[in-house]
Every structure is written in C-alpha cells, then in structure tokens.
C-alpha cells in the first residue's frame, strides 16, 4: 500500500536528487565539488539570509581542484573503504551476491524466450 510522505522528506529527497544532477554537471565541466550535511542549519539560513519557509537539506561546494604548489601539505591520505562483499548483497540482506550466477541466469532467461 503506497504511503504518503511528509512534503519536507519528499523535497529533501528531490533536492539531493537535483544536487546529484548538479554534481555531474559541474564535473563534465571541469569543476570539482562537494556535497555536505551536518552543518549548523539554523546558522546557515541566518548567513544565506534563507526565509524560514525554506530548509537546507545540503549544500553544495564547488570550485576548481587545487592543482597543488605554494602552501601544498603533501599527498592526501585515502580513506578506508568497505569490501565489496560488505556493501552489496543478493536477494536478501547479509547474502553474498554471486555475479556469475546472476549473469548465467539472466543468460537462461533469454534463452527461453528466444
């Protein structure tokens, strides 16, 4: 049975959707970007001057990538990353998700149809 979402969930879920868009967009141009949450939001209305009508669900830096010299720190370090198997799954949650077997079936599918 559908359910009907608060009007605030349902634009916070279009606004992160327009600022995926966003993202890609400014990339194909050669811009680097940011997206961030967790900020103070009350402050953050205050300094934009947002009506309190309007939220802030994230916000969006953009800019051009530094390309390192003067005042460059080093390399940057990279940030742990969960193994593969820890994020994707089969048909149920915690079920290894077997690649080989998922293309095999969808093989046997078009087979039977053809």
Not at 8 to 29: C, G, I, M, R
Not at 69 to 86: I, V
Request: negative net charge; charged residues 30%; contains cysteine.
């Amino acid at each position: 049975m559908p359910s009907i979402e608060p009007v605030e969930a349902w634009s916070y879920k279009n606004a992160a959707l327009v600022a995926q868009t966003y993202t890609l967009a400014a990339t194909s141009h050669g811009l680097a970007t940011c997206m961030m949450e967790g900020f103070d939001t009350r402050r953050a209305k205050e300094i934009l001057r947002v009506p309190d009508r309007y939220g802030v669900p994230l916000m969006v830096a953009t800019g051009y990538e530094y390309e390192g010299g003067d005042g460059w720190l080093g390399e940057t370090k990279r940030t742990p990353r969960l193994e593969m198997e820890e994020v994707f799954f089969g048909d149920t949650f915690g079920e290894s998700l077997d690649l080989d077997e998922s293309e095999q079936q969808s093989n046997d599918i078009k087979e039977e149809v053809s």
